[in-house]
């Protein structure tokens, strides 16, 4: 009978422990600044400048966040959005970039569910990481991002991405609204 | 003897267990004290995580569930008819009020015509958007002025969906759901608040001629905000354009317009906005809260107060609009704007007998 209570004593302590894993939310540097008066690449990304990069103290914080799990089922996505700051999600495999915006509450719009409708999910993906989507952007897609504010070389709509197991470390920004008067 | 050993085991069994207990809390207590502090969990991001965060909703947005038996027959009269509402598609907060009658007992719906499948996508709107959506319903001129007819309503308001797929963008169709509706109820008030038709002057004169009493387009927002809160097929310009065209097509026409609150516009933005309608005779302004209707849409970016509303009215009246109604759940068809615009239209139409 002590055995047992002792057991379950233990395994109610082990509940009490902290969680010694950082939180999803991890500290990242704000890119208070992050504002694109151009469409530049390197302005909306600055200051991580490179993708992956093994010297950057954010790509090393990065790799500890690597579960040891072999069959990987999530990745770690950072989305920046339109004010510049970051957060690094556990993004699903096989779930779409704009879902994985909205699990995570991260402030992208989908006004059409994703069905090529709108372009209210236009994400800016970092250079680097552009051609190793996985897939490129068909007919439909290009001519809804056409009508997109903040359009660059690598714009795609966010839920035409899906999470691949080699989007460990991707990075895509939510690009920051430039006002157009008429 | 037997209660005896029962009360010596109890007491064995009590003293095993508070050991236990107290070594466990022993250890817990020292774990804690040498473990990770408060400020482990604290970190830079707190402002990040409050920012993603939305805002509560405040006590003035607060509104009842709908329910009862003027909202039930409408559901079903609705349904039966193959008819869709707005209320229902973009989760209006006024749906009880308006439904179920309010204190007056008058019911009003507004109608969304053209199905509930809408060609854009905007940030703010809930509504289903489609690349194709079904085709348009012939019988639902006809539907609709039956259905409107055997409420016995006397102000209605149709609005509807965009239809960029449709060459005219349903001017046609639109038009003739109100001639349907003066020749079935002839007494009737019609507002429409009609789409833009992507510029197509053509089009909003069609509809602008049709014989009704209220055309109504909305701005949602201001000029600088414009490609941000709205589908970029939509804009400033355009919208005031066909505000100007409805208005011309038809002098004795009341034009309205709406602006949503509270999505990140400046105080001076609003007053230029107000301005430029002034300037194109728009005659009728509401204001409401923008409340985010799902979270695939734009947060709510400032919760405007009751008392702010209360100012811009006053403004509008003094910049000589006809009408202007604004308050946190006003939206473009809130139900006590009719009464008033109802009492504008039958003036005009005295002033023109008496001159006649």
């Given at each position: 009978?002590?055995?047992?209570?002792?057991?379950?004593?233990l395994?109610?302590?082990?509940?009490?422990?902290p969680?010694?894993?950082?939180?999803?939310?991890?500290?990242?540097?704000?890119?208070?600044?992050?504002?694109a008066?151009?469409?530049?690449?390197?302005?909306?990304?600055?200051?991580?400048?490179?993708v992956?990069?093994?010297?950057?103290?954010?790509?090393?914080?990065?790799?500890?966040?690597?579960?040891?799990?072999?069959?990987?089922?999530?990745?770690k996505?950072?989305?920046i959005?339109?004010?510049?700051?970051?957060?690094?999600?556990?993004?699903?495999?096989?779930?779409?970039?704009?879902?994985?915006?909205?699990?995570?509450?991260?402030?992208?719009?989908?006004a059409?569910?994703?069905?090529?409708?709108?372009?209210?999910?236009?994400?800016?993906?970092?250079?680097?990481?552009?051609?190793?989507?996985?897939?490129?952007?068909c007919?439909?897609?290009?001519?809804?991002?056409?009508m997109?504010?903040?359009?660059?070389?690598?714009?795609?709509?966010?839920?035409?991405?899906v999470?691949?197991?080699?989007?460990?470390?991707?990075?895509?920004?939510?690009?920051?609204?430039?006002?157009?008067y008429? | 003897?037997?209660?005896?050993?029962?009360?010596?085991?109890?007491i064995?069994?009590?003293?095993?267990?508070?050991?236990?207990?107290?070594?466990?809390?022993?250890?817990?207590?020292?774990?804690?004290?040498?473990?990770?502090?408060?400020?482990?969990?604290?970190?830079?991001?707190?402002?990040?995580?409050?920012?993603?965060?939305?805002k509560r909703?405040?006590?003035?947005?607060?509104?009842q569930?709908?329910k009862?038996?003027?909202?039930?027959?409408?559901?079903d009269?609705?349904?039966?008819?193959?008819l869709?509402?707005v209320c229902?598609?973009?989760?209006?907060?006024?749906?009880?009020?308006?439904w179920?009658?309010?204190?007056?007992?008058?019911?009003?719906?507004?109608?969304m015509?053209?199905?509930?499948?809408?060609?854009r996508?905007c940030?703010?709107?809930?509504?289903?958007?489609?690349?194709?959506?079904?085709p348009l319903?012939?019988?639902?001129?006809?539907?609709t002025?039956?259905?409107?007819?055997?409420?016995?309503?006397?102000?209605?308001?149709?609005?509807?969906?965009?239809?960029?797929?449709l060459?005219?963008g349903?001017?046609?169709?639109?038009?003739?759901?109100v001639?349907?509706?003066?020749?079935?109820?002839?007494?009737?008030?019609?507002?429409?608040l009609?789409?833009?038709f992507?510029?197509?002057?053509?089009a909003?004169?069609?509809?602008?001629s049709?014989?009704?009493?209220v055309?109504?387009?909305?701005?949602?927002?201001?000029?600088?905000?414009?490609?941000?809160?709205?589908?970029?097929r939509?804009?400033?310009?355009?919208?005031?354009?066909?505000?100007?065209?409805?208005?011309?097509?038809?002098p004795?026409?009341?034009?309205?317009?709406s602006?949503?609150?509270?999505?990140?516009?400046?105080?001076?933005?609003?007053?230029?906005?107000?301005?430029?309608?002034?300037?194109?005779?728009?005659?009728?302004?509401?204001?409401?809260?923008?409340?985010?209707?799902?979270?695939?849409?734009?947060?709510?970016?400032?919760?405007?107060?009751?008392e702010?509303?209360?100012?811009w009215?006053?403004?509008?009246?003094?910049?000589?609009?006809?009408y202007?109604?604004?308050?946190?759940?006003?939206?473009?068809?809130?139900?006590?704007?009719?009464?008033?615009?109802?009492?504008?239209?039958?003036k005009?139409?005295?002033?023109?007998?008496v001159?006649?």
């Amino acid at each position: 009978m002590s055995t047992g209570l002792l057991t379950a004593t233990l395994r109610n302590y082990m509940r009490c422990l902290p969680l010694l894993k950082p939180s999803h939310c991890s500290r990242v540097v704000h890119c208070s600044s992050l504002v694109a008066p151009t469409r530049s690449r390197t302005t909306l990304f600055a200051p991580f400048k490179t993708v992956p990069s093994e010297s950057s103290n954010h790509f090393q914080s990065m790799k500890r966040c690597l579960s040891d799990n072999s069959e990987k089922k999530t990745v770690k996505v950072q989305f920046i959005d339109r004010d510049g700051d970051s957060f690094i999600v556990d993004a699903k495999i096989g779930e779409n970039l704009m879902k994985v915006a909205h699990q995570h509450d991260i402030d992208l719009e989908g006004a059409c569910e994703g069905t090529l409708s709108c372009c209210t999910c236009h994400l800016v993906v970092h250079p680097d990481w552009y051609d190793q989507l996985g897939s490129e952007p068909c007919e439909d897609e290009l001519d809804m991002l056409d009508m997109a504010y903040g359009l660059t070389d690598t714009s795609r709509l966010g839920c035409q991405v899906v999470v691949r197991e080699n989007f460990e470390g991707l990075v895509v920004r939510i690009p920051p609204y430039e006002p157009q008067y008429t | 003897m037997w209660a005896n050993l029962h009360e010596n085991m109890l007491i064995a069994k009590r003293s095993v267990l508070c050991n236990i207990t107290n070594k466990s809390v022993r250890f817990k207590a020292t774990k804690i004290r040498e473990g990770p502090g408060l400020d482990f969990f604290i970190t830079s991001s707190l402002d990040k995580q409050s920012k993603k965060e939305r805002k509560r909703l405040p006590r003035w947005l607060q509104t009842q569930i709908p329910k009862g038996k003027n909202y039930s027959k409408l559901k079903d009269d609705l349904r039966s008819l193959n008819l869709s509402t707005v209320c229902e598609e973009a989760r209006c907060p006024n749906i009880g009020e308006c439904w179920g009658g309010g204190d007056t007992d008058t019911a009003t719906a507004t109608i969304m015509l053209m199905g509930d499948e809408c060609t854009r996508g905007c940030r703010f709107c809930s509504v289903k958007t489609s690349k194709n959506p079904g085709p348009l319903d012939p019988m639902e001129p006809y539907n609709t002025a039956k259905a409107v007819g055997s409420w016995g309503v006397d102000y209605i308001v149709l609005t509807s969906v965009d239809r960029d797929d449709l060459s005219d963008g349903g001017a046609a169709h639109l038009a003739e759901c109100v001639r349907q509706l003066k020749i079935q109820v002839p007494s009737l008030l019609v507002e429409v608040l009609s789409p833009d038709f992507r510029g197509d002057l053509n089009a909003v004169e069609n509809l602008a001629s049709s014989g009704l009493d209220v055309f109504a387009h909305n701005l949602e927002t201001v000029n600088r905000l414009q490609a941000f809160v709205r589908d970029p097929r939509a804009n400033y310009k355009q919208s005031m354009d066909v505000l100007i065209k409805a208005k011309e097509s038809s002098p004795g026409l009341l034009t309205k317009t709406s602006l949503m609150l509270g999505l990140g516009e400046t105080d001076n933005e609003i007053i230029e906005t107000m301005e430029d309608l002034r300037a194109n005779s728009v005659d009728v302004v509401t204001f409401g809260q923008y409340m985010q209707p799902t979270k695939r849409h734009l947060k709510v970016k400032e919760y405007v107060t009751p008392e702010k509303f209360k100012q811009w009215e006053e403004l509008g009246e003094n910049m000589g609009f006809a009408y202007v109604a604004s308050g946190p759940l006003v939206r473009s068809s809130y139900k006590a704007g009719e009464y008033y615009i109802k009492n504008i239209i039958e003036k005009q139409r005295d002033v023109s007998n008496v001159n006649d």
